[in-house]
């Protein structure tokens, strides 16, 4: 099975514009982020304060802790990119770089809305559907309780009712157990780990930052969190012949461990920030070399 480096991140995957800058680099496939409205009420796109926002915000890079960073977040609020958006984006790539992957990572309220997002993205050119669990837990149901986990399920199959696409669960630290791989085994055709969590004690320096962005959430990011997809991506293999590691692959060992432990696709996104985009020519160069 080839082993494949994918580009995840709304702020890199955002654009046409912001794609055509990693595509010379050979990235094997886009996760673009889709949109989605989880506040009250709906955002109509009618000024551009949220996209101003988050390129020139979001991101920030601690010089003291090495390989980590933060991305900054309402706790509810409307996501960046929206359904239209994507779907232009979708049905670009697909006319026009048909080799690379296309992965439509999905999140709404209600299952009408995945159902009806998934059937869209199918439509524009998505090759896989990607469920952001992690997330939805995280914005809309507050807990990963047993009953809420047999609802995504529920929800799941009949999103695949309605797509002949292959689906991931994106599983986040609270959802990385066995009892969750069990019960998504045979739902799904795969399942991403992230590791990003909130930040759940920020530092004084965090805390300004925050106020300086007008945010209320911080999310953590790479080594710090490397031990989840460690622990998690071998065992995840043993219930899915597919499993992606996102979050934390930020050097060329840290993807190259992560494909020796079970991944079958790596999505970067810290490790173009940290770095260049150069890196993906690297990291690929470096798995296919320890492939042979």
């Known amino acids: 099975m080839k082993k494949s480096v994918w580009i995840a991140s709304s702020h890199l995957t955002e654009s046409q514009g912001e794609i055509k800058k990693l595509l010379p680099f050979h990235p094997d496939g886009i996760v673009i982020k889709s949109a989605l409205f989880l506040g009250d009420p709906l955002c109509k796109r009618a000024c551009t304060t949220c996209a101003h926002s988050y390129r020139n915000k979001r991101f920030l890079v ?11 977040h309402e706790r509810q609020t409307c996501e960046y990119l929206f359904s239209e958006e994507v779907g232009d984006i979708l049905s670009w790539l697909k006319s026009s770089y048909p080799h690379v992957e296309r992965i439509a990572s999905i999140i709404a309220k209600t299952q009408e809305d995945l159902v009806s997002m998934a059937r869209f993205f199918e439509k524009k050119g998505a090759q896989i559907i990607e469920f952001n669990v992690q997330k939805y837990f995280q914005k809309t149901a507050g807990s990963s309780s047993v009953n809420q986990i047999d609802a995504i399920v529920a929800m799941l199959q009949t999103i695949k009712q309605h797509t002949t696409l ?103 996104c810290g490790a173009i920030q940290l770095y260049d985009p150069t890196i993906i020519t690297t990291i690929k160069q470096s798995i296919e070399q320890s492939n042979t």
Not at 192 to 202: A, D, K, L, V
Not at 219 to 227: A, F, K, M, T
Not at 234 to 245: E, G, L, M, N, Q
Request: proline share 8%; aromatic share 12%; with cysteine.
């Open 62 to 72: 601690d010089p003291t802790l090495p390989d980590t960073y933060f991305t900054f």
């Open 166 to 268: 292959p689906i991931y669960a994106k599983l986040g630290p609270e959802l990385l157990t066995r009892d969750v791989f069990k019960k998504l085994k045979g739902t799904v055709e795969g399942v991403t780990i992230t590791n990003s969590f909130i930040y759940p004690r920020p530092n004084t320096w965090i805390q300004q930052s925050l106020k300086k962005r007008d945010k209320d959430e911080c999310i953590v990011h790479g080594e710090p969190l490397w031990p989840y997809l460690k622990k998690f991506l071998p065992i995840a293999r043993t219930y899915f012949d597919t499993v992606s590691a996102s979050g934390g692959i930020h050097s060329t060992k840290r993807a190259c461990d992560a494909i020796a432990l079970g991944a079958t696709s790596v999505q970067l």
